[in-house]
């Protein structure tokens, strides 16, 4: 079965971090290959994972994933904020 | 530490594997050439491209290990490549049996003997790794 394409932002996160693709892999529990397969969007995570890869990167999952293609972060962010206040 | 091949070689290595017996088979039907000849050729070859394939790839564990010590991702794609192993060699068992039927009647050559057994024995041990190995393009 194949869904529909899930973006993400797990390259641009994971540099920011500093971390190899081999640590994340590590940190979650998969193969490093398989972040490679995510990085490039040719692989659509479990919920399982997405959650995990979320907890690492410390944000809620919607930051780091996406039906949609992906906005800057910074103006994610300053959604989230108009729409709290 | 993990080797890696390009998805170029690591695909004739996988038409190597596969192909080394039945080729010989067919040579040793058609030129009557010796069969312990035509066995150790044939047996070096598949030795020689499994060895290419699967040595510190992880290829074969990517193939052949328990899902505990494989990813979500890694059991996904192996289920798939199982699933075309299983079409393939109920293919080709489909058109060995009917060759064998016509060949009964038209008097073509019928395959037999060691080689024959050794091509179905490494096409059932190496299909589904081998399918990895065609298909995935990040190892």
Redesign the interface.
Known sequence: MKGEKIYNRIAVLREERGLSRKDLADKV???F??I??LERGE?N??L??AMDLSVVFGLPVELVFSRQPMRLLSEELANLKNKQS | MIRTIPLLHRRIAVVAQLGCYPVFLLLACIFDMSSDLTNVLAFLGVIASSAYLYYKTGLWQFGNAPDEQ?????IQIRNQAYRFAYMGLSTLALLFVIYLTLAHDFRWIVPTGNLLVWSVITLVLVLPSAILAWTET??
């Open positions: 529990g998969v193969n290959q398989t490679g397969y692989y995570p479990s399982d994972l | 494989v990813d979500e991702r890694q990040d190892v």
